[in-house]
């Protein structure tokens, strides 16, 4: 893989979060976010549909085929979301990973919501 195949590669795995806070504006029918964090959380981008990374594989039938899956996680050096795409994008979805996570979302004060449960001091990635 050259380095020129690596970017263009990147480009079409990945979008920030105000590409993406683009895309809900523009049609919000045609995406799904979707927040693989596992463990508690305080808050998730407004909209987003749970499912920990580690149930992926046993619900990915609750999302549909015909919308962008959009992942995300907690941040940047998260995994998460990128372990999540692979059994995704195998079974045939069309998936990008948010930039960032929710800090990169909540930096950039976009919509959020409440969850149940307290954040965790890190990332159990």
Do not use: Q
Request: aromatic letters at 8%; hydrophobic letters at 40%; one cysteine or more.
């Amino acid at each position: 893989m050259t380095t020129l195949d690596y970017f263009k590669a990147k480009t079409e795995a990945y979008i920030s979060p105000r590409g993406l806070m683009a895309m809900i504006d523009a049609d919000p029918d045609s995406v799904v976010v979707v927040d693989v964090r596992n463990g508690p959380k305080s808050t998730k981008v407004k909209g987003a549909v749970e499912l920990p990374e580690a149930e992926v594989i046993g619900r990915m039938h609750e999302l549909p085929k015909n919308k962008l899956v959009v992942l995300y996680c907690w941040e940047t050096w998260c995994s998460l979301a990128t372990k999540a795409a692979i059994p995704l994008l195998e079974a045939g979805f069309r998936v990008k990973e948010m930039y960032g996570g929710i800090v990169a979302w909540e930096t950039l004060r976009l919509p959020t919501e409440p969850t149940n449960g307290a954040r965790p001091v890190s990332c159990a990635c």
